[in-house]
């Protein structure tokens, strides 16, 4: 038996090539069939109606950067998967790449078997897209007073990339990487080579590193201005190439604590809202109340959205232990703090993030043949409700809407 057509009725569509009013979205099982103006799109008399009324209807956001929520990390195995995927559902995403991260007591590679293995059987929530592997190749990070968070170093090596992606069967599509390493440059190439898009992470390299990367393949900077070397007007470090390299699209947390709405200003301003794609960066304190926690080892205190290392103060630098604030608060703050319209903040959370990791022929925009992958907001981005690929995943209680 066909399954019944659904009609998404709504005062306005952004989807988010265009910004349609009065108009309709057509769902015929886990994809899109049409969309437009109400009077534009002739509508079956059996289909099932959902009337939304002013609120909008927008894709589904397209986290490309989240390492946990609910205090599980994606790595941890398929229980922790399915709970993460169907928390984010509530914030309005609808897809998402699990990064994976060197972490103490989590071996990365049972981790990506995990990830595989719901990529396969599904998740009950956000769709797992892929996998985002946030190095191992990474500049080591030192945190004054706290010796013992360096992170042992894995020098890049083609047989050692190689070794990762076999396990991924298939599904890396992002992968971190710090371009003064010796043999990253060898390692940026083969991933281009393969369909792996090489972005330049957690770096203390210089820009005339990063230039070379980009020479090499490199094509995206991950959560920028955050661990990597800054502007200088005389030593332009690996931000003043993420600005002003139009072959890079480039990553923000948006939080308002990571980045100011200053630097977020001048990130929209140079890369514009087609290469710049707004993400979470989420640990697995993401959807837990302000507290004291332990993490990895580590002693935490979150607070207000934050999750900071005990014993630090929010003055000191690299002292943020993680960004707790979902995809649609994120989504919000470009237009809050930064200026944007609505329609462009979302398409840096849908479209946008769907093209850097060349999901965009079935994700990202409400077009006909696309995954129907909806998310009904207010103009304060408060999710009502979730679809992913048709059936309803979310439908906010008055108590629940954020």
């Known amino acids: 038996m066909d399954p019944q057509m659904i009609v998404v009725r709504a005062g306005r569509i952004i989807t988010p090539l265009q910004d349609l009013r009065d108009a309709v979205v057509l769902i015929e099982g886990s994809k899109i069939v049409a969309v437009g103006r109400q009077d534009h799109i002739a509508v079956p008399d059996d289909a099932r109606l959902i009337d939304v009324g002013d609120r909008i209807v927008a894709p589904g956001f397209i986290d490309i950067h989240h390492h946990g929520a609910m205090g599980v990390y994606a790595a941890e195995?398929?229980?922790?998967i399915?709970?993460?995927a169907q928390y984010l559902v509530k914030s309005g995403t609808t897809g998402w790449l699990p990064t994976v991260a060197s972490v103490p007591g989590i071996d990365v590679f049972e981790g990506i078997k995990a990830i595989v293995a719901s990529s396969k059987n599904g998740t009950g929530g956000a769709d797992l897209i892929g996998i985002h592997m946030e190095g191992p190749y990474l500049a080591p990070k030192r945190i004054a007073?706290?010796?013992?968070?360096?992170?042992?170093l894995e020098g890049p090596t083609v047989t050692g990339f190689r070794r990762y992606l076999e396990a991924t069967e298939g599904t890396l599509k992002l992968m971190g990487i710090a371009p003064e390493l010796e043999g990253a440059l060898d390692v940026i190439r083969e991933m281009r080579r393969v369909g792996v898009v090489p972005a330049v992470a957690h770096t203390k390299g210089t820009y005339e590193h990063f230039m070379k990367a980009v020479e090499a393949g490199a094509r995206?900077?991950?959560?920028?201005?955050?661990v990597m070397t800054g502007f200088h007007h005389r030593k332009p470090g690996v931000v003043g190439g993420a600005l002003t390299c139009d072959q890079v699209t480039a990553e923000v947390i948006a939080d308002g604590y990571h980045v100011s709405p200053v630097?977020?200003?001048v990130l929209v301003r140079c890369k514009g809202v087609d290469k710049l794609a707004v993400i979470t960066d989420n640990v697995p304190l993401s959807g837990l109340p302000d507290g004291k926690y332990e993490m990895?080892?580590?002693?935490?205190i979150k607070e207000n959205g934050i999750s900071r290392l005990a014993g630090t103060t929010p003055d000191q630098d690299n002292t943020m232990a993680g960004s707790e604030w979902p995809m649609n608060h994120n989504v919000h703050n470009l237009i809050d703090l930064v200026g944007v319209s609505l329609r462009d903040a979302v398409r840096m959370g849908t479209l946008t993030p769907a093209t850097i990791i060349a999901v965009d022929d079935q994700k990202g925009s409400i077009e006909p043949g696309k995954d129907a992958d909806l998310v009904v907001v207010d103009e304060q981005v408060r999710v009502y409700l979730t679809m992913v690929r048709?059936?309803?995943l979310f439908e906010a209680a008055p108590s629940e809407v954020r």
């Open 77 to 80: 195995g398929v229980g922790a």
């Open 82 to 84: 399915r709970k993460i």
């Open 145 to 152: 007073g706290h010796d013992e968070l360096d992170v042992a």
């Open 220 to 226: 995206h900077v991950t959560h920028t201005y955050n």
């Open 263 to 265: 630097a977020m200003d």
């Open 296 to 300: 990895f080892g580590r002693k935490i």
């Open 390 to 392: 048709g059936e309803i």
